[in-house]
C-alpha cells in the first residue's frame, strides 16, 4: 500500500494545454516535496512545501500544500514538449522519504 | 561543485550471484540515502547511513545490505540475487540527517538480474 497516491498515473497532452498531477496521503507531513525525473536519471527535486496552505510558484509550475500537509498539487501552465518526465511527489515520514508513485508526463509537440 | 555519482551504471547478475554498487555523496555531506526504483513500484526507501552508521532500513530483507567509509562514501551489496531484484538503485545524499534537509540524487545503477 503506498503511503501516497499520486494520480493520474499517466498524462499525454498536447503542447500549450494546461493540467494537474495530485498527491494524496491519509497521512499528515512535515514537509512534502516534488521531483521530476528524466530517463536515465536520478530524480531532481523541483520544491519542497513546508507550511499547510502554501503555494510556491517556478516558471509555469504552481505547488500547492493543502492546510492539513496530507495532499498537494502541482499545476502546470501552457505545458511545453520539455517538461516531459516522471513527475514523483514525496513526503518526509520519519527522518525518510516516501515516495508516491508517480505520474508519467508526455506533452506533444 | 559534483553531484551524486555512483557506479556502475550498468550492472548484469545472474540468480543467486552477488552485487555491489557505489555511491559516492556531495562532497561536505554525511549522510547517504539508498532507494530501489522498481517498474510498477515506484521509489522505495532501502537504507540511510549517517556519519558511518546505519540509521534506518526499510522493509527489505537481510540480504540488502550496505555500509558507509569513514570519507562517507557508500556500498550497497545485495545478495544471494533474485528476478525480482532487478530495479534502478539510486543513491541520495543530504548535508546531515537532520529533518527538513534536502536529498540529492545520483543517476542510478541499473541492476539487470537473468
Known amino acids: 500500500t503506498q503511503l501516497l497516491e499520486q494520480s493520474p498515473q499517466f498524462l499525454s497532452i498536447q503542447e500549450g494545454e494546461n493540467l494537474t498531477v495530485y498527491c494524496n496521503s491519509s497521512?499528515?507531513?512535515?514537509?512534502l516535496q516534488w521531483y521530476r525525473q528524466e530517463p536515465g536519471e536520478g530524480p531532481v527535486l523541483l520544491v519542497t512545501?513546508?507550511?499547510?496552505?502554501e503555494v510556491k510558484k517556478l516558471k509555469r509550475l504552481t505547488f500547492q500544500f493543502g492546510d492539513a500537509r496530507k495532499d498537494s498539487s502541482l499545476h502546470i501552465t501552457a505545458a511545453q514538449p520539455g517538461d516531459t518526465g516522471l513527475y514523483l511527489c514525496a513526503g518526509e515520514y520519519g527522518n525518510k522519504l516516501v515516495f508516491g508513485a508517480g505520474t508519467i508526463l508526455r506533452v506533444k509537440s | 561543485e559534483a553531484g551524486v555519482t555512483q557506479s556502475p551504471t550498468h550492472l548484469i547478475k545472474t540468480r543467486g550471484q552477488q552485487a555491489t554498487l557505489r555511491c559516492s555523496p556531495i562532497s561536505g555531506h554525511t549522510s547517504v540515502y539508498w532507494y530501489q526504483q522498481a517498474l510498477g513500484l515506484g521509489l522505495q526507501f532501502l537504507l540511510w547511513y549517517d556519519e558511518g552508521e546505519e540509521r534506518n532500513r526499510g522493509n527489505f530483507p537481510p540480504r540488502f545490505s550496505g555500509r558507509q567509509f569513514p570519507n562517507y562514501s557508500s556500498e550497497l551489496n545485495v545478495n544471494a540475487l533474485e528476478l525480482e531484484d532487478s530495479a534502478l538503485y539510486l543513491c541520495?545524499?543530504?548535508?546531515?540527517?537532520?529533518?527538513?534537509?534536502?536529498?540529492?540524487f545520483g543517476p542510478g545503477t541499473r541492476l539487470t538480474v537473468l
Open positions: 497521512s499528515v507531513f512535515s514537509s
Open positions: 541520495a545524499s543530504s548535508l546531515s540527517g537532520q529533518r527538513g534537509d534536502t536529498q540529492y
Open positions: 512545501v513546508v507550511t499547510g496552505g
